[in-house]
Structure formats: C-alpha cells, structure tokens
C-alpha cells in the first residue's frame, strides 16, 4: 500500500505539541469561549459519554495517541477501570506523561506507558476491555488496518471508541492556501494531509470487522486574530503537513496572500477568522454472542403487505 504520511514526521512533532495546554489567548470556541486544547476534552468527555450509557464496566483499557493528557484526565474513577495503557509513538511524549503520572496516583489506577505505533500495535489479541483513540488516527497511513488490529486486540463484546478529525476541518485554510497559490504559482502543492469524510466511517467500521457500528459528527468553530496566528497555532500543536510528497518551506509571499484571502473570504466584522474542525465519532463493539444481531435474510413471517391489509392504509 502507498504510504501518504511520513511517521518520522508524524512522531518528530508530537513532544511540541504537548506542552500548549491552551492556543493563544485570542483563538476561542465561538460557543463555549476557550482554546481549543480544552476544546479536546470536551471532545473526548462527550466520547465517554457514549461508554457511560451502558452498564458494562472496562477494567483494561488501551489509549492511543492523540490527546492523551485530555484521556487520562477524564478516564480516572470511570467505567470500573482498573488497568490503563497509555501507547504513543513518540518516546518524548510518553517520558512526559510519565513524569506528570504523581498528581493522577491518587485514583489507584494501574497505569502503564508504551512507545508504540497504531499501524503495528504491540498488544496481544483479546486482551483489552476498551479501547480509545482521540483526535489522532487521522495520522495513520492504513486507517482500517489499524482499526482491525485494535478489534483483535479487544475480547469478545470489547469497545471501540474514537475520535478523529474529518474531512472538512480547516476547510477555509485549504480554500484560501489554494486560491493563493493558483495566484502566485500557476498551480498547487499539498499542503495540508487528507482526511477521512464522514460517509466513509460507518465503512471503515464495518471494513474492520466491528459489530454495532455507530457514527456522529461535531463540528467546532474557533476563531483567530489571523490565518498567519493560525498557522502557528497548528505547528504549536504538532499538526502540520506530514505528507510526503510536500513543499518543505512555506514561502511568505505565500503565506501573506493566504492570510489575505482568508481575510477577504472568510473574516468576520470583528476582524477575526473562523477556523472549522469537524470531529467524527466512531464506535464499534468486537463480536459476542450476547448482542442483538438482525435476522437472517428471508426468515420474516408477516410482508408489509399483509400489515398493511390488516391496518388499513388510512392508519399511517
């Protein structure tokens, strides 16, 4: 299979985007009015929310990377958990982790920290409860391999849940960096990495094999002083371009027209600019015997014909 992403980059920019525990003081979500770091903890609390809805308890438990301080915040005390693994891809991350893991000892919560990768997982098969990826398997090169080695990973009726970015997010920046670059060099580089959309995920879900598959979409609005602010923000966090066959150097007349178009396209009375991040949640069971299963095809009794002889047209 082609590889789109280069890890080495992927990983070379984790330990950067750890220690920006908020954006600069001017981005904001436009509904609840803070950064967008704390805006992933909204994200995941509302993944949680989806476990928290059924009665079954996950005593061992898998994070994958991606915000994973915002994971071990909210995890701690919930759904009966008794052993969380904590897996990312960058050593520096995991070293940081480790070192914050004091104020966390309290809840008497097994922890472990793994330097691992989502496209080779080192877990053996039926050995999690649950597990959990927040904002970032988007980085990953095979999405739906990575997913079936995290279903094998899960013993029967294990959860699945995750959060990834979705095709529309930073969609203004992609318009203006295309418009600017069609302007000033006849033609286009990539310049931010693909996403998946949201019909594809209820696919990918049943590509891997999950059971009861299920998927939502958020969309979030944090607004910039500037797309150049922006742009910062981005490689503040470690979200940059990791493609392969990219441009290494932003040229600035590049980047000036872009923040230019930005502004004329998509700027605000206020001055600032909106940025879009679409969030898309997946959640997906590994297979057991004990969960609802539609019948076979051919085995009903009644056709709605015949309903509708019995209830009469006017019934509807």
Not at 106 to 133: A, C, H
Not at 186 to 198: C, E
Request: glycine letters at 10%; aromatic letters at 6%; a positive charge.
């Amino acid at each position: 299979m082609a590889r789109a992403l280069g890890r080495a980059l992927v990983r070379r920019g984790k330990p950067y985007s750890f220690p920006l525990l908020s954006p600069p003081s001017s981005a904001h979500l436009c509904t609840e009015g803070d950064g967008l770091q704390s805006s992933r903890v909204k994200i995941f609390d509302r993944d949680l929310k989806r476990k928290q809805d059924c009665r079954k308890t996950f005593p061992t438990a898998l994070c994958l990377g991606g915000s994973l301080e915002a994971i071990r915040r909210l995890l701690h005390g919930r759904g009966g958990m008794e052993k969380l693994i904590m897996m990312d891809m960058s050593f520096d991350m995991i070293k940081v982790l480790k070192d914050t893991d004091e104020k966390f000892a309290r809840n008497n919560l097994e922890t472990f920290y793994v330097v691992g990768d989502e496209e080779f997982l080192p877990i053996k098969e039926n050995s999690l409860d649950l597990v959990i990826s927040c904002l970032g398997l988007h980085w990953t090169n095979d999405l739906p391999g990575a997913m079936i080695q995290a279903r094998l990973a899960l013993r029967p009726d294990g959860l699945f849940l995750a959060a990834i970015l979705g095709g529309e997010t930073l969609k203004e920046l992609r318009i203006a960096c295309t418009i600017a670059q069609m302007e000033r060099e006849g033609g286009i580089s990539p310049r931010l990495s693909p996403l998946a959309q949201v019909r594809d995920a209820g696919n990918l879900l049943t590509r891997a094999g999950f059971s009861l598959p299920g998927v939502d979409v958020d969309e979030y609005t944090v607004k910039y002083d500037s797309a150049l602010e922006l742009i910062e923000h981005l490689r503040s966090m470690g979200e940059t371009n990791a493609l392969f066959q990219r441009s290494n150097i932003l040229k600035k007349d590049i980047a000036l027209a872009t923040a230019a178009v930005y502004q004329s396209m998509f700027g605000g009375e206020d001055g600032t600019v909106p940025a879009t991040f679409q969030v898309i949640y997946m959640t997906g069971w590994k297979e057991h015997p004990s969960q609802q299963r539609a019948k076979r095809r051919g085995s009903a009794t009644a056709s709605f014909g015949d309903i509708q002889k019995h209830f009469g047209r006017g019934s509807c």
